[in-house]
């Protein structure tokens, strides 16, 4: 017997439904508030789970592309959003099981022969008309991290790296691939290259450009923190 946390859209009520996500997309969202937007269209959409696989990424990607095709971010910059989300995974969990948990009750149900569950009586209502309310104050406050903490230590960190590749640049001529990997080395291993790295892919780099790369880093990233190093 399945035990379920969300009951999905009948499968009868997903043309329904998708016209109505997309008919929102393009009319009655065109003056609304873009975090609201990408709340009410993003939430919605995984709440009708209208897929067998795939629904939670495609409903991740839905925050990003609304908010950029509504100019909140500038043209071909990425606002990191879901960095801030995987931050505050138990709370947003919790939003989303939220209005799950005040569903199950209401819906007759009966389980299949593949150990899912078909819903009964009429549900396309519950997935057309929900209260956003925390669903936009979640994504209201992931926002409000991503631009006063997220971006500005990513910005910070973009900074050193273009730092760090100048002196690296100054001291020794090497692919930016090599490059890559000599900070990638650094990063994985607390400032320090390992044996393995020495004796492999960086072999070419004396003992004295290794002492220096790896001042370099210790200068430049020590102070930051640990998720950034």
């Known amino acids: 017997m399945p035990i379920p946390d969300h009951i999905s859209a009948r499968p009868e009520d997903l043309d329904s439904l998708i ?9 009655a969202v065109s003056g609304l508030d873009a975090v609201v937007a990408a709340a009410t ?35 071909g910059v990425v606002f990191p959003i879901s960095a801030s989300i995987l931050d505050r995974i138990e709370e947003y969990r919790a939003v989303l099981e939220g209005y799950s948990r005040r569903l199950l009750p209401l819906i007759e149900w009966e389980p299949t022969a593949e150990g899912n569950v078909r819903a009964l009586d009429d549900t396309a209502d519950f997935y057309r008309f929900f209260d956003a309310t925390p669903h936009a104050e979640f994504l209201y406050s992931c926002v409000r991290k991503t631009i006063e903490e997220d971006l500005p230590r990513e ?31 650094l990063r994985q291993n607390g400032g320090r290259l390992s044996k393995r790295a020495r004796e492999g892919e960086l072999a070419a780099m004396s003992d004295e450009e290794v002492a220096s790369a790896e001042k370099a880093y210790a200068d430049l990233f020590s102070d930051l923190p640990d998720r950034l190093k």
């Open 19 to 27: 016209l109505g996500l997309t008919s929102f997309d393009r009319r």
């Open 155 to 185: 910005t910070a960190f973009l900074a050193r790296y273009d730092q760090f590749r100048a002196r690296i640049e100054a001291m020794v001529d090497m692919p930016d691939r090599t490059l890559e990997l000599l900070f990638r080395f």
């Open 41 to 75: 269209l993003a939430f919605g959409f995984v709440y009708i789970h209208p897929f067998q696989d795939g629904n939670g990424r495609i409903h991740r990607y839905l925050f990003h592309h609304v908010l950029a095709r509504r100019g909140f971010n500038p043209s």
